[in-house]
């Protein structure tokens, strides 16, 4: 490693040889999966000051700055000097979103849509988007998706935007089972119905075959068995644990958002949340009533 910094952040010389150095290249990875999740540039740097993640030989402090400019640097989409390592989308997704919070606001926000604004994404296409007070708007405030190709723009109140975000948060508390994964039975599906229907055949036939019998309970439990994914189960009980912990009370609540919520998606007249597991939930034409007949809940797009 470099006492200077005269080589960009990722990259080393090897027999004068300009090639990506694999540690720093995986620390730029994180860092924009991290922002374009919603962590701040100050969040950044502060979690890689503490894990001592050196910058340059002699330098592990991080501060906003450096990480902004690692975000903007485009020599990490490569070109015929620097090897690529950040994806396009990864990289105009980050920048797209640094755009979008640098967007000028009047006056104080208030906490809670401070704690709200940068996981805010368009229910379309996935941007971000930025939020503008605007006089002639009759919400007063304007969403906008900062992907070019959608430009989506939709108008909601703060307050009406707190009060979705609520009343789906509230559901999960009502009923976490909602963050439990979607069984996918995949290709499988029919084998399952057709061992189904051999066990139920034997069973009514008067003879059974006990063994036959004992055969097609155990084929049935491993078809289950091998549809269920183990970390997503696992991943879903993990977040239950860390909801119940959570205080409640009457309002936002921006502790349980912060530990539930991945990201809010608006759209026109719909809202919804994506968890911290990946799975959508919200009201369908933008109800966000506890009913089974306008909710949905089902394992957000990748």
Same mark, same amino acid.
């Given at each position: 490693?470099?006492?200077?910094?005269?080589?960009?952040?990722?990259?080393?010389?090897?027999?004068?040889?300009?090639?990506?150095?694999?540690?720093? /290249?995986?620390?730029?990875?994180? &860092?924009?999966? !991290?922002?374009?999740?919603?962590?701040?540039?100050?969040?950044? /740097?502060?979690?890689?000051?503490?894990?001592?993640?050196?910058?340059?030989?002699?330098?592990?402090?991080?501060?906003?700055?450096?990480?902004?400019?690692? =975000?903007?640097? %485009?020599?990490?989409?490569? !070109?015929?000097?620097?090897?690529?390592?950040?994806?396009?989308?990864?990289?105009?997704?980050?920048?797209?979103?640094?755009?979008?919070?640098? %967007?000028?606001?009047? $006056?104080?926000?208030?906490?809670?849509?401070?704690?709200?604004?940068?996981?805010?994404?368009?229910?379309?296409?996935?941007?971000?988007?930025?939020?503008?007070?605007?006089?002639?708007?009759?919400?007063?405030?304007?969403?906008?998706?900062?992907?070019?190709?959608?430009?989506?723009?939709?108008?909601?109140?703060?307050?009406?935007?707190?009060? $979705? =975000? @609520?009343?789906? @948060?509230?559901?999960?508390?009502?009923?976490?089972?909602?963050?439990?994964?979607?069984?996918?039975?995949?290709?499988?599906?029919?084998?399952?119905?057709?061992?189904?229907?051999?066990?139920?055949?034997?069973?009514?036939?008067?003879?059974?075959?006990?063994?036959?019998?004992?055969?097609?309970?155990?084929?049935?439990?491993?078809?289950?068995?091998?549809?269920?994914?183990?970390?997503?189960?696992?991943?879903?009980?993990?977040?239950?644990?860390?909801?119940?912990?959570?205080? =409640?009370?009457?309002?936002?609540?921006?502790?349980?958002?912060?530990?539930?919520?991945?990201?809010?998606?608006?759209?026109?007249?719909?809202?919804?949340? &994506?968890?911290?597991?990946?799975?959508?939930?919200?009201?369908? !034409?933008?109800?966000?009533?506890? %009913?089974?007949?306008?909710?949905?809940?089902?394992? /957000?797009?990748?």
């Amino acid at each position: 490693m470099k006492k200077n910094r005269y080589i960009p952040f990722g990259y080393t010389m090897r027999n004068g040889k300009l090639v990506i150095e694999q540690n720093e /290249a995986n620390v730029i990875r994180n &860092i924009y999966e !991290d922002y374009v999740n919603g962590a701040t540039l100050k969040e950044i /740097a502060e979690r890689l000051t503490r894990a001592g993640v050196p910058y340059s030989e002699k330098m592990t402090d991080w501060g906003k700055a450096r990480v902004a400019r690692i =975000i903007e640097n %485009t020599k990490y989409l490569g !070109d015929s000097e620097y090897d690529k390592i950040v994806d396009d989308d990864l990289f105009n997704e980050a920048v797209s979103a640094k755009k979008a919070r640098q %967007t000028s606001l009047p $006056g104080d926000l208030n906490p809670e849509i401070s704690a709200v604004k940068n996981h805010v994404r368009c229910l379309e296409c996935g941007y971000p988007m930025s939020r503008r007070f605007s006089k002639k708007c009759k919400t007063k405030v304007i969403w906008t998706c900062s992907n070019p190709e959608c430009g989506k723009k939709v108008g909601i109140g703060d307050a009406d935007l707190l009060e $979705g =975000i @609520m009343r789906l @948060m509230s559901r999960i508390l009502k009923n976490d089972s909602l963050l439990d994964p979607v069984k996918n039975d995949g290709k499988n599906g029919g084998n399952k119905s057709r061992l189904q229907e051999d066990l139920e055949s034997e069973i009514t036939e008067g003879i059974t075959d006990e063994e036959k019998v004992a055969r097609l309970i155990d084929a049935i439990a491993a078809e289950s068995y091998s549809r269920l994914d183990p970390e997503s189960e696992h991943a879903a009980e993990e977040l239950k644990r860390r909801i119940r912990r959570v205080e =409640i009370r009457d309002g936002f609540n921006p502790g349980l958002f912060s530990e539930l919520v991945q990201s809010v998606r608006l759209g026109d007249g719909d809202i919804a949340i &994506i968890t911290k597991n990946n799975i959508k939930i919200g009201g369908k !034409d933008g109800s966000t009533e506890d %009913t089974e007949k306008d909710g949905y809940a089902y394992p /957000a797009e990748e």
